[in-house]
């Protein structure tokens, strides 16, 4: 599952190694959008307990949907 994760504050990308190498936004509304896959829940609360450790202020979290393949016609 995808994931974005947006904080407040612009955050440095050489963070990207601490947050096990998600992407890091810097967006023009100052914030940051981090873009992570994770494989399930307990992984996401991983990563949101490592925002709340840096202090950092959490705005928002949005599951990004994945295009459904198990429709596709395979013939």
């Known amino acids: ?14 963070w ?3 947050f ?9 509304d100052g914030n940051t959008l981090l873009i992570c896959q994770v494989a399930d829940q ?3 609360f991983g990563l949101l307990r490592k925002v709340r450790d840096l202090g950092i202020t959490l705005i928002s979290v949005t599951r990004v949907d994945e295009p459904n393949t198990s429709n596709v016609n395979h013939s």
Do not use: C, F, R
Request: net charge negative; aromatic share 6%; hydrophobic share 40%.
């Open 1 to 14: 599952m995808t994931y974005h994760i947006k904080i407040k504050g612009h955050l440095d990308a050489v």
């Open 16 to 18: 990207s190694d601490w």
């Open 20 to 28: 096990e190498n998600l992407t890091l936004s810097q967006e023009d």
């Open 42 to 44: 307990p992984a996401l």
